[in-house]
């Protein structure tokens, strides 16, 4: 039985006892959500790690892209920022590779990873359709379901799977007219497949053979939105929206069928209709978990779009999204380096814990609370302990360090808590 199966049995396993010990929630509210489709648990059930969840109630999740290009191909450079960012604390890594030996580089992705693996199967069904046939446009369907159940059976936890991107959908595109069509690139796969043979996406015309692959490895589905806005002009039109109703019903069939899945969402989002989109999910997918790029809310950001989706991540997680997904500094520029990674990692990390605080999530605040204790003790080994890069803030104090160690190097002798500390003894 899968974990949906189990858990509409009310059967309290081991693995959500596990969960729930990590949450601070109980078990039994956790299977109830599994239940439900409010929560998914990312383990393939020949995959051995430690399970994450996502869903409601629980502490935000971030997840990490790596992966190689044609145009740069390393696979110690890419273990290295797999090692980065476990190290900083990303709850799940997805593969992305496109370049390369991309099945073996999948392989290792899942043999060194302590934390869920993602993939989307469409990049390699795509490569490989590429290189047999001369074109994307000749793979067929069974082709791409041949690598979505090789990724099952190698042990990957989640899969994106853009099945909710239908040749009417591409009709509401075309009518609308929008300043940038598609942003996802397994998106831009299906629709130049869909358009040159005329034909709907295998991934919802054979929707249940994708159900029947994800049951069989008891892997989440991540619902892919191929019509998720690359710009602000295009947030919130009728084809994201109209994709997004497809989600919904798709999620629902997941769980019927005993599979968990999660919606994917924009992408870029002015910053007034941020908390809009997450409303308007979660009430069309009925509460199903949800999964958001950033979002971005800003075009203009390039080299800082991490700080751009951070703000929007915020936003988006403390109105009731669950799983964020980094940007980089590198994002629509190049592929991201060790530190593109690291600083994509962190900036994710502090909207997703700026969300929980602002979420009431259990525990979320004790963690700042600590570092006003160690700020008034000017403790700086604790101070830098308390932080999301301690390297850096240790690098930074030694760099200008202060006449006087127990204060910093921009106020010196004249530190505020030092000083009211002093003023407030002679009392």
């Given at each position: 039985?899968?974990?949906?199966?189990?858990?509409?049995?009310?059967?309290?396993?081991?693995?959500?006892?596990?969960?729930?010990?990590?949450?601070?929630?109980?078990?039994?509210?956790?299977t109830?959500?599994?239940?439900?489709?409010?929560?998914v648990?990312?383990?393939?059930?020949?995959?051995?790690i430690?399970?994450?969840?996502?869903?409601r109630?629980?502490?935000?999740?971030?997840?990490?892209?790596?992966?190689?290009?044609?145009?740069?191909?390393?696979?110690d450079?890419?273990?290295?920022?797999?090692d980065?960012?476990?190290?900083?604390?990303?709850?799940?890594?997805?593969?992305?590779?496109t370049?390369?030996?991309?099945?073996?580089?999948?392989?290792?992705?899942?043999?060194?990873?302590?934390?869920p693996?993602?993939?989307?199967?469409?990049?390699?069904?795509?490569?490989k359709?590429?290189?047999?046939?001369?074109?994307?446009?000749?793979?067929?369907?069974?082709?791409l379901?041949?690598?979505?159940?090789?990724?099952?059976?190698?042990?990957?936890?989640?899969?994106?799977?853009?099945?909710?991107?239908?040749?009417?959908?591409?009709?509401?595109l075309?009518?609308?007219?929008?300043?940038l069509?598609?942003?996802?690139?397994?998106?831009?796969?299906?629709?130049?497949?869909m358009?040159?043979?005329?034909?709907?996406?295998?991934?919802?015309?054979?929707?249940?053979?994708?159900?029947?692959?994800?049951?069989?490895?008891?892997?989440?589905?991540?619902?892919?939105?191929?019509?998720?806005?690359?710009?602000?002009a295009?947030?919130?039109?009728r084809?994201?929206?109209?994709?997004?109703?497809?989600?919904g019903?798709l999620?629902?069939?997941?769980?019927?069928?005993?599979?968990?899945?999660?919606i994917?969402?924009?992408?870029?989002?002015?910053?007034?209709?941020?908390?809009?989109?997450i409303?308007?999910?979660?009430?069309?997918?009925?509460?199903a978990?949800f999964?958001?790029?950033?979002?971005?809310?800003?075009?203009?950001?390039?080299?800082?779009?991490?700080?751009a989706?951070?703000?929007?991540?915020?936003?988006?997680?403390?109105?009731?999204?669950?799983?964020?997904?980094?940007?980089?500094?590198?994002?629509?520029?190049r592929?991201?380096?060790?530190?593109?990674?690291?600083?994509?990692?962190?900036a994710?990390?502090?909207?997703?814990?700026?969300?929980?605080i602002?979420?009431?999530?259990?525990?979320?605040?004790?963690?700042?609370?600590?570092?006003?204790?160690?700020?008034?003790?000017?403790?700086?080994?604790?101070?830098?302990?308390?932080?999301?890069?301690?390297?850096?803030?240790?690098?930074?104090?030694?760099?200008?360090?202060?006449?006087?160690?127990?204060?910093?190097?921009?106020?010196?002798?004249?530190?505020a808590?030092?000083?009211?500390?002093?003023?407030?003894?002679?009392?």
């Amino acid at each position: 039985m899968t974990r949906v199966e189990r858990a509409k049995k009310g059967e309290i396993t081991d693995e959500v006892k596990q969960v729930a010990l990590k949450e601070g929630l109980s078990a039994e509210e956790i299977t109830r959500d599994i239940a439900e489709g409010r929560t998914v648990i990312l383990r393939n059930n020949t995959h051995e790690i430690e399970p994450v969840a996502v869903g409601r109630g629980l502490k935000t999740k971030i997840n990490a892209n790596i992966g190689t290009s044609k145009d740069r191909i390393s696979l110690d450079e890419e273990l290295k920022k797999l090692d980065l960012l476990v190290e900083l604390g990303a709850d799940a890594v997805m593969d992305l590779s496109t370049g390369g030996p991309v099945r073996d580089i999948r392989k290792l992705m899942l043999r060194k990873s302590p934390i869920p693996v993602g993939t989307v199967p469409i990049y390699e069904a795509a490569l490989k359709a590429a290189e047999e046939y001369g074109s994307i446009v000749r793979m067929t369907a069974d082709d791409l379901f041949d690598v979505i159940e090789e990724h099952g059976r190698e042990g990957v936890d989640f899969i994106t799977v853009h099945a909710g991107l239908t040749l009417k959908a591409i009709e509401h595109l075309k009518e609308q007219g929008r300043v940038l069509d598609v942003v996802s690139r397994g998106g831009a796969f299906l629709v130049e497949w869909m358009i040159y043979n005329e034909r709907e996406n295998p991934l919802y015309e054979q929707y249940d053979r994708v159900l029947e692959i994800a049951h069989r490895y008891d892997m989440t589905l991540s619902l892919g939105d191929g019509l998720r806005p690359g710009c602000l002009a295009d947030a919130t039109d009728r084809a994201q929206i109209q994709e997004l109703v497809t989600l919904g019903e798709l999620h629902q069939r997941a769980l019927e069928a005993g599979v968990q899945s999660m919606i994917e969402g924009p992408g870029h989002v002015p910053l007034n209709q941020v908390e809009l989109n997450i409303r308007i999910q979660k009430e069309i997918c009925r509460g199903a978990p949800f999964y958001v790029l950033g979002p971005l809310v800003t075009d203009v950001a390039m080299g800082y779009d991490h700080i751009a989706a951070a703000i929007g991540g915020a936003i988006a997680a403390a109105s009731g999204a669950d799983f964020l997904c980094y940007v980089t500094p590198a994002e629509h520029i190049r592929l991201p380096s060790l530190d593109d990674v690291r600083e994509g990692v962190i900036a994710s990390k502090i909207a997703a814990h700026a969300a929980d605080i602002a979420k009431g999530i259990k525990g979320a605040w004790q963690r700042d609370l600590e570092m006003a204790r160690y700020r008034k003790a000017r403790d700086w080994e604790g101070q830098i302990r308390m932080s999301f890069d301690p390297e850096k803030v240790r690098r930074y104090r030694e760099s200008v360090p202060p006449a006087e160690t127990d204060v910093c190097s921009m106020c010196g002798e004249f530190c505020a808590i030092k000083t009211v500390e002093r003023a407030l003894k002679k009392k």
